[in-house]
């Protein structure tokens, strides 16, 4: 089976063309080319698949097979490799995503994409549709107790859920003790992606990102989206931020006008190449 190393500002996938073939079983797959010390190693798998409403499909698994509805940094890579492989000409792509459809400006340099700038749509506030327990029209500095410590945290969905919390520092946080204790939180039915971020000034934002079913990644998309509205909506930022992560940095604004959340970031292919799937199956699956 073949298939290519992406990433994303270290945010990395393992990305197969399905264009042609639909594949069987991701859910297992996902795990076993995610391990790192066993399999090819990655945050998750992505599938490139056709669409009738849109150019493409983009199915994403994370490390533990579960299923995400949407990757920022897995859609970026997503329209370089349709480019860079010949699958399109387009400039301007159409990817669709857990059922939403994503417009997508490739920046092209030498022939090879370089940059992809993406309409992430609108953010998501309302509890119920994020989602997450909790009272009102949004939960913006919501208290939550984690742990036996209490967090203010701002929930958004884009695409996926998210709760966003500001914390002074966040590069000695224990985040491989305090991630599960959020992700897996009775406040949240589907579990959470947690952003942990401190404010350096209005334009520019650090953040440390657990994700749920893969833990802490060097990047995540929709949580810098997630973190640029939230520090709109708590008053710490302007609408137009880099956010600086693990693995590099991303540009973000939130357009007052059609309320509409973009994000422009690098997308890097690292190698292809193949593998024999009971191989691969024994290799992880052995004690």
């Given at each position: 089976?073949?298939?290519?190393?992406?990433?994303?500002?270290?945010?990395?996938?393992?990305?197969?063309?399905?264009?042609?073939?639909?594949?069987?079983?991701?859910?297992?797959?996902?795990?076993?080319?995610?391990?790192?010390?066993?399999?090819i190693?990655?945050?998750?798998?992505i599938?490139?698949?056709?669409?009738?409403?849109?150019?493409?499909?983009?199915?994403?698994?994370?490390?533990?097979?579960?299923?995400?509805?949407?990757?920022?940094n897995?859609?970026?890579?997503?329209?370089?490799?349709?480019?860079?492989?010949?699958?399109?000409?387009?400039?301007?792509?159409?990817?669709?995503?857990?059922?939403?459809?994503?417009?997508?400006?490739?920046?092209?340099?030498?022939?090879?994409?370089?940059?992809?700038?993406?309409?992430?749509?609108?953010?998501?506030?309302?509890p119920?549709?994020?989602?997450?327990?909790?009272?009102?029209?949004?939960?913006?500095?919501?208290p939550?107790?984690?742990?036996?410590q209490?967090?203010?945290?701002?929930?958004?969905?884009?695409?996926n859920?998210?709760?966003?919390?500001?914390?002074?520092?966040?590069?000695?946080?224990?985040?491989?003790?305090?991630?599960?204790?959020?992700?897996?939180?009775?406040?949240?039915?589907?579990?959470?992606?947690?952003?942990?971020?401190?404010?350096?000034?209005?334009?520019?934002?650090?953040?440390?990102?657990?994700?749920?079913?893969?833990?802490?990644?060097?990047?995540?998309?929709?949580?810098?989206?997630?973190?640029?509205?939230?520090?709109?909506?708590?008053?710490?930022?302007e609408r137009?931020?880099?956010?600086?992560?693990?693995?590099?940095?991303?540009?973000?604004?939130?357009?007052?006008?059609?309320?509409?959340?973009?994000?422009?970031?690098?997308?890097?292919?690292?190698?292809?190449?193949?593998?024999?799937?009971?191989?691969?199956?024994?290799?992880?699956?052995?004690?």
């Open positions: 089976m073949k298939f290519t190393k992406m990433h994303g500002i270290g945010n990395d996938y393992v990305y197969m063309d399905c264009t042609k073939k639909r594949l069987e079983n991701p859910e297992e797959l996902a795990r076993l080319v995610s391990d790192r010390h066993k399999g190693g990655a945050d998750g798998l599938l490139i698949q056709p669409s009738e409403e849109a150019d493409f499909e983009m199915a994403m698994y994370n490390a533990d097979g579960s299923y995400g509805k949407m990757c920022g897995g859609i970026r890579c997503v329209a370089k490799y349709v480019y860079d492989n010949g699958l399109t000409d387009k400039t301007e792509l159409k990817i669709v995503s857990g059922g939403a459809v994503k417009y997508l400006k490739l920046l092209v340099k030498g022939g090879r994409v370089e940059k992809v700038r993406v309409n992430m749509g609108e953010p998501v506030l309302e119920e549709k994020i989602p997450v327990i909790g009272k009102g029209e949004a939960l913006i500095g919501e939550v107790v984690v742990d036996n209490v967090y203010e945290m701002t929930c958004v969905s884009m695409g859920p998210h709760a966003v919390v500001f914390l002074d520092d966040v590069e000695r946080l224990k985040l491989e003790e305090l991630g599960p204790k959020f992700e897996n939180h009775e406040r949240f039915p589907d579990r959470i992606n947690t952003e942990f971020v401190r404010r350096i000034d209005r334009k520019n934002l650090q953040m440390r990102v657990w994700e749920r079913g893969s833990g802490e990644t060097m990047a995540c998309g929709t949580g810098a989206c997630a973190t640029a509205v939230a520090a709109v909506l708590n008053g710490l930022a137009d931020v880099t956010v600086h992560l693990l693995g590099g940095s991303l540009e973000i604004s939130w357009d007052e006008k059609d309320n509409c959340v973009y994000m422009t970031g690098p997308a890097a292919t690292v190698f292809t190449g193949e593998f024999d799937l009971e191989e691969l199956r024994a290799s992880v699956n052995q004690r």
